[in-house]
């Protein structure tokens, strides 16, 4: 049974930087993509960043030269790495899994990211 377990949200500053990491349990699957999308209060989800399983990466427009996507084969985690930080992007972060074969997406539960002074 796969399971995404997010960590890394919380509080801060603007300009500052923070780390999202996401570890899939399970070891039965492969996948098409591991990404994060994120949504605020009152708006559509969005999807931030993802990884394609050879490698290539996609990233909103709005947090392009600032976020960065990696995975971790070993460890079976993908990060997120989000520097200069802007109020803006403060939303609910959540991981998400496209496993091959499988029609629906596994999502993790979610994390707050809150950026203010």
């Known amino acids: 049974q796969v399971q995404l377990v997010e960590s890394g949200g919380g509080l801060v500053q603007p300009g500052g930087s923070l780390r999202l990491s996401c570890a899939a349990s399970?070891?039965?699957?492969?996948?098409?993509?591991m990404g994060w999308y994120r949504q605020a209060p009152g708006k559509q989800r969005e999807l931030v960043a993802n990884?394609?399983?050879?490698?290539?990466?996609n990233y909103a427009d709005s947090v392009k030269g600032r976020f960065t996507i990696s995975r971790d084969n070993a460890k079976n985690t993908v990060y997120l790495q989000m520097n200069s930080l802007k109020p803006e992007d403060t939303a609910v972060y959540y991981c998400?899994?496209?496993?091959?074969?499988?029609?629906?997406?596994?999502w993790g539960q979610g994390t707050q990211v809150t950026v203010s002074s």
């Open positions: 399970g070891s039965g699957f492969s996948f098409n993509a």
């Open positions: 998400n899994l496209k496993r091959v074969g499988v029609q629906n997406d596994l």
């Open positions: 990884i394609m399983s050879g490698g290539k990466t």
